[in-house]
């Protein structure tokens, strides 16, 4: 079965400092952080960003975080996974 992002939610987690989103693996709910660090490297204001743009960051690359949970999800296959900045070079 092919990863699937059917709902677009999105949110800040303060303690884990990443941004949480839900992928679908069937009727399987996969959780996905993406690390602020690897938001923030995409951005001017690295070190001063807030909660919202982080979310704003966010829905300015999502379809290529989608793309990299899918190879990070084709790699790993669980059900909690956690992208870093390694993970979009």
Do not use: C, W
């Not at 990443?18 to 690897?38: K, L, P, Q, T």
């Not at 995409?42 to 793309?67: C, G, N, V, W």
């Not at 790699?75 to 956690?82: E, G, I």
Request: charged content about 25%.
């Amino acid at each position: 079965m092919t990863l699937a992002f059917l709902n677009p939610s999105r949110a800040f987690d303060g303690a884990r400092n990443a941004v949480s989103f839900i992928g679908h693996d069937g009727m399987f709910e996969i959780r996905f952080f993406v690390e602020a660090a690897a938001l923030a490297s995409r951005q001017e204001r690295k070190a001063t960003m807030s909660e919202a743009e982080f979310l704003s960051a966010f829905d300015a690359m999502r379809p290529s975080i989608q793309d990299v949970a899918r190879e990070v999800y084709s790699r790993r296959r669980s059900n909690l996974n956690t992208l870093s900045v390694a993970d979009f070079r």
